[in-house]
């Protein structure tokens, strides 16, 4: 079964740095995009953008240019999420998510918790 | 761009049916048949629960629906039961490449 399982929880202080990973399994991983988005506590859903596994190309959304970067290997079917210089504003859960096309995202990680602060 | 606007929540009574409307323009709701609906329960990942403004992945009740009319979508929940009790958000392909969500609706089964 399609399965997609994110690295733990993180605290960090600001300015430091954080690579999430999302391993997947059960489809073929470079027929699929892959996804990323962003839930601040007690907020909704925002969507940072994609990387379209086949070529590794990311597209970011506005608002998350400069320090994000989105990576994939697909030696190893995974997908990573890096957010440099982080900033108290950038504590959230961070979800991965499979979308075949712009249609829909169809299959979500469990989401990764990153916490920033001094 | 901006969010696509939900209502921040709704209720319902088992058994009654709810509408959860998301409002977007011509360059995203409006513009192409790509709106999609999530149902996330607290502390889980988002479930897809529509696509395509009215289609239903596998495993999905028929209990959930989707339309659409000129900008605005619309998500139905028919014959609540309790556990539709979640957060529910809709998202759409916008002009540029690009996925908006709504900012979501707390649907209470009261």
């Known amino acids: 079964q399609v399965q997609l399982v994110q690295s733990g929880s993180y605290l960090k202080k600001p300015g430091a740095s954080v690579r999430i990973s999302c391993k997947t399994s059960g489809f073929n991983f470079t027929t699929y995009s892959m996804n990323w988005v962003r839930q601040a506590p007690g907020q909704g859903l925002e969507w940072m953008g994609w990387i379209y596994t086949r070529t590794g190309n990311p597209t970011y959304a506005q608002g998350f240019t400069g320090r994000f970067v989105f990576s994939s290997d697909t030696a190893v079917s995974t997908t990573y999420l890096e957010i440099n210089n982080l900033e108290a504003a950038d504590t959230a859960v961070y979800y991965c998510?499979?979308?075949?096309?712009?249609?829909?995202?169809?299959?979500w990680g469990q989401g990764s918790l990153v916490t920033v602060s001094s | 761009q901006s969010a696509l606007t939900q209502p921040a929540s709704v209720s319902g009574s088992p058994g009654q049916s709810i509408t959860i409307s998301c409002s977007g323009t011509s360059s995203d709701v409006g513009g192409y048949n790509f709106v999609s609906w999530y149902q996330q329960h607290p502390g889980k990942a988002p479930k897809l629960i529509i696509y395509?403004?009215?289609s239903r992945p596998s495993g999905v009740s028929d209990r959930f629906s989707g339309s659409k009319s000129g900008n605005t979508a619309s998500l139905t929940i028919s014959g609540l039961q309790t556990d539709d009790e979640a957060d529910y958000y809709c998202?759409?392909?916008?002009?540029?490449?690009?996925?908006?969500f709504g900012g979501g609706t707390k649907l209470t089964v009261l």
């Open positions: 998202n759409s392909y916008a002009r540029g490449n690009t996925l908006l």
């Open positions: 395509d403004v009215s």
């Open positions: 998510a499979r979308s075949p096309s712009w249609r829909m995202l169809d299959s």
